[in-house]
């Protein structure tokens, strides 16, 4: 398993990046009163056959060049069925993947959410070609970050640009740790 949430997050955008996404959604749904936490992804990347999708899911199995294993997905997978949630991906050639991990909230190997602001930020500034749709749900109350918005209000300004990189630390340190705390 990994360590936190958050580099569970990294991992799989990662990938999508690799195949080629344009637009990234990542949400984070916790349920208290069901005592679930979800994690859903979708990406528009190349996609992957019903094959591959089975293939990616094995620990002992990677797409990469060089790389004899690959263990973000079945980390994730793992991680959600130790903790009695559920895990799934589906994929179309040319159409994107989809994630959806769930982890039962009273479970004591449950990792933390993590630096949830940072692995933000890192994806935006380090990936300004990519729109990116953040989700953060706690019950009835949410955060939602989208990049697409901001790149309409920057006219042109790169979301890399320092000013922007401040504007955005300072938005995500107001508004999303609220829902996290």
Known sequence: MMDEISS?????????I?????????????????????????DDGIGMNDEMVKKVQD??????????VGLGIPLL????????GTFSLTSELGKGVEIQASFRLNHPD????????????????GNPEIDFAF???????????????????LDGVPVN?????????????EHLQNQID
């Open 8 to 16: 569970h997050i990294m991992d799989i955008a990662a990938n999508a």
């Open 18 to 42: 690799t195949a080629k996404a344009k637009h990234i959604e990542i949400s984070i749904m916790v349920d208290t009163k069901k005592s679930l936490t979800t994690l859903f992804f979708k």
């Open 59 to 68: 620990p002992f199995f990677s797409t990469k060049t060089g790389k004899k």
């Open 77 to 84: 997978k793992g991680t959600a069925e130790t903790t009695g």
């Open 110 to 125: 449950l990792p933390p959410i993590g630096k949830l602001k940072d692995t933000i930020l890192v994806l935006v500034v």
């Open 135 to 153: 989700r953060y749900a706690v019950d009835k109350s949410e955060f939602i970050f989208d990049t697409t918005i901001i790149k309409g209000l």
């Open 161 to 173: 640009h320092p000013e922007v990189v401040n504007f955005i630390m300072n938005y995500l340190d």
